[in-house]
């Protein structure tokens, strides 16, 4: 017998399955495992005298709308055709488009398509995913859904603690994703305006060739380069902030990387910030300024697609890793510039010295 999961509290139950007639074999298993683990769920055989008399659609709509945290859809070609578990899925998609919440958790029992469900949707799989894997990914979702932190919850230390206490699986890279993706959002302009190559007026204004103004950027993100390669992202600080394998994170430590992950992407796109924004009364400098530049182009691009895929994968983290999904947290490091953006620069600076 598993520890007693409290009930969340603004629900009467914490789950309901809701599946065809024809598959009921292979989800009551699943029903009764997650009731040995505490999870209180909405079962029709057990609910005989609450559902006796009553309008069942009526009911159906209640339960699923009012009276339940997630709804377990076991999807299948019978789930598609039978009439009441259609009025279920109505139901329950009908909730999660009005409240704009996760409140689904699809099971895949074959490769039937389900009307209205986002192939975008993580799921799981009852003929890769065990009962046990199923039964104990409900387990860690609810306990997220207790610490109410999701990767849109503001990074506070009462969040984090919350979060620390409930442990759900992969929490700290739930934690991780969220400081990198909330950080990266508030730089969402900046971003953008980096690749319109434009820049507010800084005050600098270079009346000569620029050549060692162009020297002093080079030295400058060189740095940049070298304090993330040698500082920030290396395997030993990552095992100092996420833990080695079957040891815990700690959580200010990860709190502290993904802040530095954002302050290094702050950092390049200052440093290139700080040429667009320059003033050059000879145009031939102000040519071979803009096309340095884009030397923090890849760079940028590299780590912003990192922290939009963090962000897609923060809702169904539980899941994947209770499933053995393997998470990739590294950071790419493609410091590198493009052979035919040197090209361009060197002749650019060429006709500088001409």
Known sequence: MGPYLRPVAEYEFDVAPSFAEQDRAQVEPIVRRLEELGVKVYYDEDQLIARWGRNLIE??????????RYVLMFTSRHYVEHSLARHERQTAQTRALEQQNECLLPIKLDDTKVPGLLSSIGFLDSRVHS?????????????QHRAEFTSTTPITAKSVDALVREKPRGWEYLLYATVVAQGLAELQQKYREHFLR????????????????????????????KVAVESVFTAGTQEAAFGRSGEAGDAEQIVHLGELFVRTFDEILDWARGIHGTSYANEQARAAARVQAR????????MHG????????????????TAGERIDMTVPLVFEVEPALELEFKAALDRLSR
Request: aromatic share 2%; net charge negative.
């Open 295 to 302: 030397f923090a182009d890849r760079q940028l691009e590299a």
């Open 306 to 321: 990192v922290a939009r895929d963090l962000r897609e994968v923060a809702d169904t983290l539980v899941e994947r890793l």
């Open 131 to 143: 009962t046990e894997v199923i039964a104990q990914s409900v387990v860690q979702k609810l306990a």
């Open 59 to 68: 009911h159906i709509a209640e339960t699923l709308t009012d009276k339940v």
């Open 198 to 225: 434009y820049s507010p007026r800084n005050g600098t204004v270079e009346h000569g060739n620029g050549i060692d103004l162009i020297r002093d950027r080079n030295v400058l993100l060189s740095e940049i380069i």
